[in-house]
């Protein structure tokens, strides 16, 4: 029996589940949450001068592992994260873990097959037209996830009732599980959609807007970047942050990006710093309050972006605070400087 899992990046786990255990047909191990412990066990591990990111993932790894799993699938990336794949593969032997591993970074967008072949790695069995036929249906969760996940950033703030909106955000993920054909994902999408507008807020006529750019995993995984949005939203704060699958890869704008940043960046540093630098310009020229940008220590291609932010910031005079996570970083070191971004940009907009 093939049970399979792949590492936890916020809610994408739901539509992931169908996937395997409908497409693929194996047993789905759900990853845990990403925890203080995952990022021990990665740490514990994992090369000193590996970014934060490697570090969670091999820690969910052995988590999964530990829930049952036996068979990790790895993603591919265009950054350090697309060599991962062997070096998580060959940690997890050194520990004694008897798994198999699929490495989705041989795969190639350019070329369909290659996934197909991927796939027949997880399953030698598997069928080409059960997979068809579910991917549509989990391509368009994924959307709809990001689509009510953007809503809810940019209203949570100003619940009138704590709780409101992430009480339905669980149902909704809870009964997405259910979920096997387009027609039952668009009825719980339009369900779901008219219970969180029937939420009450007490939203400002002209509330603080920041937007959040940076690099892809910890912009995504609220645990790694310590539920940066949740504290921005407390603070009666607009989150807008356009990363996700959704933007990044279902629809990736490369094109028009390089286009709108000619001005500040004349090639693409690669991995997400192109999308950044983008998305600050835009942020900047709509008037935003501030802009937060989010990286795991030592990522390369956005440590290039920082000194072009530099630049829209000095431009435009738009705040920038930088965070760069690791396996030492404090809440309290986050939360005194989001409070005084705060206080600087009320002054600011009063001003």
């Not at 036996?70 to 950054?79: A, D, E, I, R, S």
């Not at 959307?143 to 992430?166: A, P, Q, V």
């Not at 668009?186 to 007490?202: A, D, G, M, R």
């Amino acid at each position: 029996m093939y049970k399979v899992s792949f590492p936890q990046l916020g809610n994408y786990n739901v539509p992931l589940e169908i996937l395997f255990t409908v497409g693929l047909e194996v047993e789905y191990v759900a990853p845990p949450p990403i925890t203080k412990r995952t990022l021990e066990l990665g740490s514990r591990y994992s090369p000193d001068f590996a970014c934060a990111p490697f570090k969670y993932t091999l820690g969910n790894f052995i988590e999964t592992i530990e829930a049952g799993a036996n068979t990790l699938v790895q993603t591919g990336g265009v950054c350090r994260l697309g060599y991962y794949g062997e070096l998580d593969e060959q940690i997890l032997k050194d520990l004694g873990y008897n798994i198999r591993f699929v490495n989705m970074a041989k795969a190639k967008y350019s070329n369909p097959v290659t996934f197909y072949n991927e796939f027949k790695e997880i399953n030698p069995n598997v069928s080409l037209k059960k997979v068809a036929k579910v991917l549509p249906v989990v391509i368009k969760m994924v959307e709809y996830i990001d689509e009510i996940e953007d809503y809810i950033r940019k209203n949570i703030g100003f619940e009138t009732k704590i709780g409101s909106f992430n009480d339905v955000h669980e149902n909704f993920l809870a009964e997405l599980k259910s979920v096997r054909t387009k027609e039952e994902l668009n009825n719980t999408y339009h369900k779901f959609l008219k219970l969180f507008k029937t939420i009450e807020v007490n939203k400002p006529k002209n509330p603080l807007r920041v937007g959040i750019v940076g690099e892809y995993y910890t912009i995504m995984e609220p645990f790694s970047n310590h539920y940066i949005e949740k504290e921005l939203a407390q603070m009666g704060i607009v989150v807008d942050r356009w990363m996700n699958i959704t933007n990044s890869i279902l629809h990736r704008p490369e094109k028009k990006a390089k286009e709108r940043i000619k001005n500040y960046a004349k090639y693409d540093m690669g991995a997400t710093s192109m999308y950044t630098i983008d998305k600050a310009l835009e942020y900047a020229k709509k008037g935003y309050d501030g802009i937060i940008h989010v990286k795991s220590a030592g990522c390369t291609p956005e440590i290039d972006a920082m000194s072009v932010l530099q630049n829209i910031s000095l431009d435009y005079k738009i705040p920038i605070l930088y965070f760069s996570f690791d396996s030492q970083t404090s809440d309290t070191g986050i939360q005194t400087r989001l409070e005084a971004f705060y206080d600087m940009i009320i002054m600011r907009k009063e001003k």
